[in-house]
């Protein structure tokens, strides 16, 4: 059974920091992309970071936010710095890969930034 599992999401003041992190299971973790995205109350789910062999970002997270994987521990985890109340979403993980088309996603984190 294919499970992504995010953790590490909660409430933070603005300024600082979170580290989320998302483990796979039941599939080859290592060969798939692995992806970060948001959704805010009333917005589009947004691809916030990507991570293959390369790292690449949205432009609003550029310098704040770091994407990581461990393939040893089937884990991608994103590190969140300097965050801002327009960081405030539900973050997801997702897999893919191609040939054969694959897609995972887990089901969410909360992310809250307030003071």
């Known amino acids: 059974q294919v499970q992504l599992v995010e953790s590490g999401g909660g409430l933070v003041q603005p300024g600082g920091s979170l580290r989320l992190s998302c483990a796979g299971s039941?599939?080859?973790?290592?060969?798939?992309?692995m992806y970060w995205y948001r959704q805010a109350p009333g917005k589009e789910r947004e691809l916030v970071a990507v991570i293959d062999s390369t790292a690449g970002y949205t432009d609003s997270v550029k310098g704040r936010f770091t994407i990581s994987r461990d393939n040893a521990k089937s884990t991608v985890y994103l590190q969140m710095n300097s965050l801002n109340v327009e960081d405030t979403a539900v973050y997801y993980c997702k897999a893919a890969r191609e040939l054969p088309r694959r897609e995972y996603w887990g089901q969410g984190t909360q992310v809250t930034v307030s003071s």
């Open positions: 039941g599939f080859d973790f290592g060969s798939y992309i």
